[in-house]
T-cell receptor
Framework: GAGVSQSPSNKVTEKGKDVELRCDPI?????LYWYRQSLGQGLEFLIY????????KSGLPSDRFSAERTGGSVSTLTIQRTQQEDSAVYLC?????????????FGPGTRLTVL | AQSVAQPEDQVNVAEGNPLTVKCTYS??????LFWYVQYPNRGLQFLLK??????LVKGSYGFEAEFNKSQTSFHLKKPSALVSDSALYFC?????????????FGTGTRLQVTL
């Protein structure tokens, strides 16, 4: 069956430009998460959406980062005025619900390079 | 705050030998523990989880993990390693407190299985 998809798979941008990263979760999954994987840093939680509830934005590193989820499905992560330290792989995941026993299914990620 | 530690950056094992990838956690509350695997240029794949019940959890690809509450550990094991098991392994913990439904990941352990 279809898994979590992300686009683009790779994005190269210049410092100061804005970028948008897209995530299509598994159909029927109400919870959606964004993580960042930096070299040598492991995975860092960014933001979490559950149904129509207000998102948990506690992991966003600065106000240059924002995300939205339209219609409870597709999500877009936007990074404004990109900096070189934003270079990382951005991973999206979805799960059936936010319950602790629901494993998260990850997309292949978007590799962002800021020159 | 919850945290996960993976004390080994890399584990080397010969094919056919047993393998162990270590994980310890620190949480206030009952932990939900997960193992994920990441193959090169791929997203994370779910391996197994501990929610409650038997301390020995069996997962995909012949992997298993043992939950040890007194030692706050959740080590990943496999009786006989394969070269194809070579990948990056992440331990993660989730505690259901309020909106804290996000996973906290360890920094990852690279498993290298050689002939």
């Amino acid at each position: 069956g279809a898994g979590v998809s992300q686009s683009p798979s790779n994005k190269v941008t210049e410092k100061g430009k804005d970028v948008e990263l897209r995530c299509d979760p598994i159909s029927g999954h109400t919870a959606l998460y964004w993580y960042r994987q930096s070299l040598g840093q492991g995975l860092e939680f960014l933001i979490y959406f559950q149904g129509n509830s207000a998102p948990d934005k506690s992991g966003l590193p600065s106000d240059r980062f924002s995300a939205e989820r339209t219609g409870g499905s597709v999500s877009t992560l936007t990074i404004q005025r990109t900096q070189q330290e934003d270079s990382a792989v951005y991973l999206c995941a979805s799960s059936l619900g936010s319950g602790g026993n629901n494993e998260q299914f990850f997309g292949p990620g978007t590799r962002l390079t800021v020159l | 705050a919850q945290s996960v530690a993976q004390p080994e950056d890399q584990v080397n094992v010969a094919e056919g030998n047993p393998l162990t990838v270590k994980c310890t956690y620190s949480v206030s509350g009952n932990p939900y523990l997960f193992w994920y695997v990441q193959y090169p240029n791929r997203g994370l794949q779910f391996l197994l989880k501990y929610i409650t019940g038997d301390n020995l959890v069996k997962g995909s690809y012949g992997f298993e993990a043992e939950f040890n509450k007194s030692q706050t550990s959740f080590h990943l094991k496999k009786p006989s390693a394969l070269v194809s098991d070579s990948a990056l392994y992440f331990c993660a913990v989730r505690v259901l407190t309020g909106t804290a439904s996000k996973l906290t990941f360890g920094t990852g352990t690279r498993l290298q299985v050689t002939l």
